[in-house]
């Protein structure tokens, strides 16, 4: 299983920018669907972007499209999630989860290896 730490988090106005970091160690990203998910007070968690490593394909959730942007660098075996036009319905612990899997997938269940999460809030 590979371990993930995410970083980046913090406290912002709306209308702010902020980038994720998900970092893995252990092993390569290679392989795997990388997604980040967040969970807000009293709610579930939720599917956010995922990313397939190796094709580099992507998908968003249609709450986040067209201002988070998720992408892979290689060389340093990490994800990033960026962050623009942030709202305040965007006050999440963020987490970063990968699975084993060569197509993209939106399935929380599908993901078995989860980072300890970062905390985002955006105050209005």
Known sequence: ??????????????????????????????????????????????????????????????????????????AANKVYLQMNSLKAEDTAVYYCAAATATFITTDISDFRSWGQGTQVTVSS
């Not at 980046?8 to 290679?30: D, E, H, K, V, Y």
């Open 1 to 74: 299983q590979v371990q993930l730490v995410e970083s980046g988090g913090g406290l912002l106005q709306a209308g702010g920018s902020l980038r994720l970091s998900c970092a893995a160690s252990g092993r390569t990203f290679s392989g795997y669907v990388v997604g980040w998910f967040r969970q807000a007070p009293g709610k579930e968690r939720e599917f956010v972007a995922v990313i397939n490593w190796s094709a580099g394909g992507t998908y968003y959730a249609d709450s986040v499209k067209g201002r988070f942007t998720i992408s892979r660098t290689n």
